[in-house]
């Protein structure tokens, strides 16, 4: 099995890929465009895409692809983003002056950069890009923020654990593929919708759910492109009743310009 991530090897999309399909050959991509054309050239068999982070948030390119593409969640899991702080083998910590990762990630780790005063952060496209940008530099002199498969991927050392300010630190991905898959354990939906501009239409279209007493665990909306000040709403609910559920799809789809269901499966655990 063939699944594409963005980001290079090392990265977390990949660390969730190898803990949820170890025998599965992953196919980095540089940016989330080229994941989603690699999935529909059939290139590769899935794609694994985080979707949110709780302290950073939606990750909102992902969203829109899901609404452009004709593609389904068929799965979702969730991964503790722990950061490591990767050097080239030998080096110790009192020699380094500048350390390299992605921007959140940097943003995560504000604690480590405010008591090592001597240590500057360096934006880097990416988390294990930056891990192999150092070991290719050889410089004791800088660090790396990445996973722990980073510094394995890359041969650096991990000169400390843990650097994040918050443990409670997680992504949540999702498996995104071709064709829906048939699920008997789904007990969760997501679906895109797009609502008229009109007063009480957020409100009308939330209390198809409130009503049948579905829990809604997630919203998140996003402009709809060539369509100035209008929006698509994200929705994640429980499918724990599974006809109380469809009906409210049902009921969505009279109110609403469109619905599309990106997904029906199994909720991490």
Not at 12 to 26: G, L, W
Not at 80 to 95: C, D, S, W, Y
Request: with cysteine; hydrophobic share 45%.
């Amino acid at each position: 099995m063939k699944i594409a991530i963005q980001g290079e090897l090392g990265a977390f999309s990949h660390e969730a890929c190898r803990r949820n399909f170890p025998r599965a050959k992953v196919v980095p991509c540089a940016v989330s465009s080229e994941v989603f054309e690699a999935l529909e050239s059939g290139r590769v068999d899935a794609a694994l895409i985080p979707i949110e982070n709780t302290l950073a948030g939606p990750v909102v390119v992902h969203y829109d692809l899901l609404l452009e593409h004709d593609f389904y969640v068929n799965a979702e899991f969730r991964l503790r983003i722990e950061h490591q702080l990767l050097a080239v083998p030998g080096t110790k910590f009192g020699e380094i002056r500048e350390v390299l990762s992605h921007p959140v990630a940097l943003d995560q780790c504000r604690k480590f950069f405010a008591k090592n005063k001597k240590v500057r952060s360096v934006s880097f496209y990416d988390t294990a890009g930056a891990a192999r940008h150092v070991m290719e530099e050889g410089k004791h002199e800088q660090a790396a923020i990445a996973s722990r498969v980073a510094g394995e991927v890359y041969g650096a050392e991990v000169l400390q654990s843990n650097l994040e300010d918050d443990a409670q630190n997680f992504t949540r991905f999702v498996l995104v593929e071709r064709r829906a898959r048939a699920n008997k354990d789904a007990n969760k939906v997501s679906v895109a919708v797009g609502l008229p501009n009109k007063p009480g239409m957020l409100f009308k279209a939330l209390s198809v759910f409130a009503l049948r007493e579905i829990d809604l665990t997630k919203i998140e909306s996003r402009p709809v492109r060539g369509r100035p000040w209008e929006y698509a709403f994200f929705l994640d609910f429980m499918q724990t009743d599974k006809k109380a559920a469809e009906n409210a799809l049902r009921h969505l789809e009279e109110i609403a310009q469109f619905v599309k269901v990106l997904g029906r499966y199994r909720s991490a655990e």
